[in-house]
């Protein structure tokens, strides 16, 4: 598993919208870092990484919600949960597989059938979440998310009317779902159902 | 799971106070499944401390060595173990349904071949119709497989309860509650006037002295 890079520069005492910035911006890069080659389902490490680092930047989106403009943020971080939940969709299979392969290794002989019957729908879903991958992949380059996560991450930095002050209670909505965002930060990914065990 | 709410971040507010508030509301999150974890048979519980885990080790992996005393890295470790642990537990829990299915599928399928096997009047199904079906190879590797898998949750299952008797033992949570309050010493700005100063700056650029 790829480490997370260092974020410079943060300090106790750095304001929490510039730590935002700052590390947004790095786990953005570190997403897109690990985008090449991962439809190849020969080196399952790839796909691993990305999805690693799809949860790290999910994460600190999350953690820093409060510092991003609402209508910058939450388009992006549904597609960033898209592409993680299409990442998923190959690693699922993936560990499976080679968490059969391993035990192909050790047991007699005849479990070996069994364990073929195991694993051959596991390929076909392995195919499927590889196409689903695929598809999302595409997706994100076709709504230039890289593009669009250095704006957001920028953006926490950038002067707001409304920054750092709590909703209005009769607000018109936007200073509402701000509330709702300073709220709910610090929530990182949850999963309905992952067989990959492997931590981001 | 739904993330309980973190009230009161500001933006404009220092990383490591926002942050000591995130830490808190996720500590009390995690603890909130126990005793409910505990019991071998609370999978959904187990799932939700395993996201519980998992958010708790994010913000401490953004924040603990920049923001806070010398526990929360250690409490970072503990969080990955616990985390690892439950997550392999997850993937026994995910893949035991699986494989009982797939056993399930083909005995419905050799139950139908020996069926067609004997003949459509027939009183009574003969024993030996139901040996050497089309899939009879395969039962003992998915069985073998259930079997392990059911053993390994069993196993994995005991470790996550020392771990958390062993986090208990320790006052993680004090500790860690207490880590979050802690402020590390302030590092002085880079002078690079000065000689040392400069000659960091210099390697930290890249630059020749």
Same mark, same amino acid.
């Given at each position: ?11 106790? !005492? ?187 | ?107 419905? !399928? ?80 880079? !002078? ?18």
């Amino acid at each position: 598993m790829a480490k997370a890079r260092e974020i410079d520069g943060l300090r106790a !005492d750095l304001p929490f919208a510039d730590a935002a910035a700052a590390t947004v911006a790095v786990r953005a890069e570190e997403l897109f870092e690990h985008a090449a080659g991962v439809l190849d389902i020969t080196d399952i490490e790839r796909v691993h990484d990305m999805r690693v680092a799809t949860r790290r930047l999910r994460a600190v989106l999350e953690i820093y919600a409060p510092c991003f403009p609402r209508e910058l943020f939450k388009p992006v971080l549904a597609e960033v949960k898209a592409l993680a939940d299409a990442l998923g969709a190959r690693r699922d299979p993936d560990v499976l597989l080679d968490r059969l392969a391993g035990l192909e290794d050790v047991l007699p002989k005849a479990a070996r059938p069994g364990l073929e019957a195991f694993a051959a729908p596991a390929r076909e879903e392995q195919a499927r979440g590889n196409d689903v991958l695929e598809a999302a992949l595409a997706e994100a380059e076709r709504a230039n998310l890289r593009a669009r996560l250095a704006a957001l991450a920028a953006s926490a930095t950038e002067p707001r009317v409304d920054a750092g002050v709590e909703a209005a209670p009769d607000g018109d909505g936007t200073e509402r779902a701000r509330a709702d965002a300073i709220a709910t930060a610090g929530a990182a990914p949850a999963e309905a159902s992952s067989a990959d065990g492997a931590p981001a | 799971m739904k993330a309980r709410k973190v009230k009161g971040l500001d933006p404009a507010g220092a990383l490591a106070d926002n942050a000591e508030r995130i830490v808190h509301v996720r500590l009390g999150e995690l603890w909130s499944f126990v005793p409910a974890a505990l019991d071998p048979d609370e999978v959904t519980a187990l799932h939700d401390m395993r996201i519980a885990a998992k958010r708790l080790r994010y913000i401490l992996e953004v924040t603990a060595e920049a923001c806070f005393g010398p526990y929360a890295g250690t409490a970072l470790k503990r969080t990955k173990e616990l985390q690892d642990l439950l997550g392999e537990i997850h993937d026994c829990d995910v893949q035991l349904p699986r494989v009982l299915g797939r056993l399930e599928e083909l005995r419905s !399928d050799a139950a139908r071949q020996a069926r067609a096997r004997a003949k459509p009047k027939a009183d009574d199904l003969d024993p030996r119709l139901a040996i050497r079906t089309a899939h009879s190879a395969e039962w003992r590797g998915l069985e073998t497989l259930a079997v392990y898998l059911e053993a390994r949750r069993a196993l994995l299952f005991e470790r996550f309860l020392e771990l958390w008797t062993q986090l208990e033992r320790d006052g993680f949570r004090a500790r860690l509650d207490y880590a979050a309050r802690e402020r590390p010493p302030a590092t002085p700005p880079v !002078d690079p006037n000065s000689d040392a100063d400069g000659a960091r700056a210099r390697l930290a650029s890249g630059a020749s002295a």
